[in-house]
């Protein structure tokens, strides 16, 4: 083999070996000040739902059906790595570094780490509640956030328990979103009357 072809050979292999599947995208939108709710770089800890009354089972379905429906990504993963990290302003940030255990809505890029900064609206939901989160299935709601062209992306997310409460509905969403409709039951009423 002459040593052009032997050249390209070894550049195209080193090339294949470093290209990654799934990738972070190169665009996102702009949040909208209902996302920026929903995608709160937090976690909630509500796994059974029937514990909510009134207007906080309201809004806990509304926003996990809204999350369902908005989301970039929806994916079951496990937390396995929680590293804390402050800038020069003292600032706090946590990264939490996941492993996917199976995609629901969109591809989850290798290598991702959720980040939460102080200030964000779901900060405070990590800080203290590692055990809660460390080495635990929890549900990703992923958006990618672009605030304009140009700008860097970066994930926006939510993570919720992974009960069946949760992702029974979340599975029914994602059906839904996709188009898949369940066929319902048939049923029927027997009517008795007295004679």
Known sequence: MSRTPRVLFL?????????????????????????????DDGVDFV??????EGRWRDDWSRELDERVTNADIVSYIRVHALRTDMDLERRTTYRLLIDEVDGIVGDLPDDLALASLEGDGGFSTIDGNENR????????????EQSEPGAEVRARWHLSPHTEDVTSRVEYLAERRRGVERPQPQRRVHVHTQD
Do not use: Y
């Open 133 to 144: 989160i460390l080495d635990q299935e929890l549900v990703l709601f992923l958006k990618w």
């Open 47 to 52: 796994g059974d739902p029937s514990v909510l």
């Open 11 to 39: 550049a195209l292999v080193a090339a294949c070996a470093t290209t990654s599947t799934n990738a972070t995208p190169t665009t996102g939108t702009p949040l909208t000040a209902e996302d920026r709710v929903l995608f």
